[in-house]
Nanobody, 117 residues
Framework: QAQLVESGGGLVQAGGSLRLSCTAS????????MAWYRQAPGKEREFVAR???????NYADSVKGRFTISRDNYKNTVYLQMDSLKPEDTGVYYC???????????WGQGTQVAVSS
């Protein structure tokens, strides 16, 4: 059974840093894009950052200059380095991956990030 497993969430003060990790395991082959989304309490899930297999990246305007997404294709792992965290970054962070040449998509179970002011 294919799955994405996130880790690295936690509680941090404003201005601090956290690093999230997400590893794909099981029957996931030829992963294409990997991304992070987040969902704040009472709000819809929103896009945070994406990296394609080529290494190109995209970021939401709200995190540009503060967050950095990277990946290790050999480990099927994506990372999200979050610096200068703000209380509005609080939420559950979800990992996403799709498969090249397939309509298959996968989501992680989510990891909680809480930023105190």
């Amino acid at each position: 059974q294919a799955q994405l497993v996130e880790s690295g969430g936690g509680l941090v003060q404003a201005g601090g840093s956290l690093r999230l990790s997400c590893t794909a395991s099981g029957s996931i082959f030829s992963i294409g894009a990997m991304a992070w989304y987040r969902q704040a309490p009472g709000k819809e899930r929103e896009f945070v950052a994406r990296t394609r297999r080529s290494g190109s990246t995209n970021y939401a305007d709200s995190v540009k200059g503060r967050f950095t997404i990277s990946r290790d294709n050999y480990k099927n792992t994506v990372y999200l380095q979050m610096d200068s965290l703000k209380p509005e970054d609080t939420g559950v962070y979800y990992c996403y991956a799709n498969v090249i040449g397939s309509s298959s998509e996968y989501w992680g179970q989510g990891t909680q990030v809480a930023v105190s002011s």
